[in-house]
């Protein structure tokens, strides 16, 4: 069991940038596949990014390619989310999510068994 916690979010311009971060307390961050998922109100939860155990490949979703980055940071056992040229439609709950098994890029929300509770990031128009 890992208990994935997410911080960074906050209230940013357009064009603006923000870094997320998600590690659990306890645990070897490397051990484990991360995703980020967000939900704005309204619309279902979509794929945002993902790496693999050890951080050797990634994943993007093709409306956030090319602004945002995924990587693991060993000296704070956290997998950030480097997000620039944020745009309004990128609004909503941020979620970070953890599975430890296999060594594969998992970009549907049904592969993670664990879920942080969210970061809310706001940008504004």
């Known amino acids: 069991q890992v208990q994935p916690v997410e911080s960074g979010g906050g209230l940013v311009q357009a064009g603006g940038s923000l870094r997320l971060s998600c590690g659990a307390s306890?645990?070897?961050?490397?051990?484990?596949?991360v995703g980020w998922f967000r939900q704005a109100p309204g619309k279902e939860r979509e794929f945002v990014a993902a790496i693999t155990r050890g951080g050797f490949r990634s994943a993007y979703a093709d409306s956030v390619k090319g602004r945002f980055t995924i990587s693991r940071d060993s000296a704070k056992n956290t997998v950030d989310l480097q997000m620039n040229s944020l745009k309004p439609d990128d609004t909503a709950v941020y979620y970070c999510?953890?599975?430890?098994?296999?060594?594969?890029?998992?970009?549907?929300?049904?592969?993670?068994?664990?879920w942080g509770q969210g970061t809310q990031v706001t940008v504004s128009s």
């Open positions: 306890g645990r070897t961050f490397s051990s484990y596949a």
């Open positions: 999510a953890a599975d430890g098994r296999g060594h594969m890029l998992y970009i549907a929300a049904y592969d993670y068994d664990y």
